[in-house]
DNA sequence: TTGAAAGCGCTAACAT
DNA sequence: ATGTTAGCGCTTTCAA
């Protein structure tokens, strides 16, 4: 090796210099620092995986990225990734989908960090565990043990959410839902039926419509809604960018928000609170997921034992101005 | 070798048989396929890529993660990046601050994306132009010709905005700017002042603010515009998350848009048709921007040539509803 | 059509 | 404190 030759030493000796053994003079390291830098030396990352077995790269998998998947909630997730990963770790992106059916190419990735969406991932999800793959799997909660997994409790978010509206007086709501295969939007269901039922709340078939997440889909489906024979005073979009979409909807339709149709959202995202009106919504503790996840993921690469295999994080309710206040229109 | 044992023949032929080499009988290629499959084979990515000199990753990286980089911006790059890449191409994303000083791995990137927002990624630049892996640069227009650059014409988006309000009677343009260190920030500047001259419109200090391309900024820098001596009738926030801001401001301060201030965004987000008022903007082509960038990439990763080296796209302007028809005022 | 041997750049075990 | 040797898993000559 080049470097071993100007400093008139072995290759060894450079390697051991380079990564900070103690087994070499300071005088030694000095000089071959010195050289290595001086011609710009970089260590080849395949030959160090090849013997070390690790590769330093970080694979991230999402249910969906083309959509479905918030890109603030992506950008979210990587960005801790980034930052909660000790140092010389890289972070790959990818959708679960390409990889339907083809195995990991083993060694590729020294762990691996799914944000899973739905169920159909558990293929995916069980072939990375039988490749013996260090994984964390976020967002999602799955029903087994043998899975380090940590999920927002979305259940929760949407009972905070109705009981909110109830308290403020509403009794019809309706919900716009997600996409369908997705966890969340099953359990944000669950959510809103259960609290319903608790309010001693009727439940309307017309109220409910199936979006898909997406702004456009807030916008059509909350035309259908509005375009009921019985409207709901007070509408659960299940998240932030229908949300946007619906309340367009409203708009368009000479509703105005809150004061003739209340709007539910989910996420807070960045740009919530600067909606008219600014959405009352459900803040996730996604900085704390992810951190939490990566930290239990570096845990296992360095094959420590993760003490929380499974936990489920309380999201918090954002009060904001898309509800209208009906209590005394009842009393 | 346990593959190679199991089908009785060397590890060459293994190798050999499974990377499609026809120097191998029909029947043992099938032999070791199906052993291959039967024990969830996959190769070790450092050793192939240690002798090959590949390591199928493409880094992405720009200029800052956290801040200044869109979401929806980012995530479509990502999306992008991963579907024009060739099959077996995995994509990492990173930031380019993390590598100030520190020059890339050798050998750790087949290629480099850059996403470059500012001038001072061209120490990044030049580090990896020095260490030859191949590279295009997006997104901001590089002042050299030994670089593949491609980015869209923020100078004419701002133009196509300025002339437009112009065309709609607006004499009062203010301008709300991003990031003072991003290239589109200067761009879009440049396109501003030059329109308003070309269209004989008075210059005011009292209307430009400098605000960083994130919502917040929107909100606070439109409030203190407002409260100025004397108001603008149009205000050309820099992009369209500010623009959520700057509505949410206006409408604080009781003024209704368009009615009494007209507002232009740039980016056309997912979510700017759903805005109230559904904001004008500029929509960049920045899939057929990051398409061309993957092909050119390619072409390099290939050693072919790359034809156009650098290029500009052409922005179009989006017209909706956020700019007021002041014509017959002026009349 | 197959195998044997060499070597990619690195780290680690074992001298010295 | 430093060098020698071997070997990580793969592809690629070179022989057979």
Redesign the pocket.
Known sequence: ?TIAKLA??????V??A??GS????E???EKIRAIAKEIGYT??IS??G???RKTFLIGVFFSEMESGTSPSFLVDVLNQAREALPTGYIVSVDSIGNYKGNALPVGRYDGVVIISQAESDDVFIDQVRDQHIPMVVLNRQLSREDIVNYATDDYLGAQLLIQYAARMGHERIGILEGHPKFSSTKERWRGYVDSLNKAGLQFNDQWVKVGDYLPKSGYDKMKELLSGSAVPSCVFVTNDDMAVGAIRACEDLGFRVPDDISILGFDDTEYSKYLVPRLTTIKKPTHALVRKGIVALTNLLSAKNVTNRTETLRPSLVIRESVANVRNETN
Do not use: F, G, I
């Open positions: 090796m008139k030493v072995s290759h060894t000796t390697s051991r380079l990564n103690n087994l070499v003079k005088e030694t390291r260590p080849n030959a160090r090849l013997v070390n």
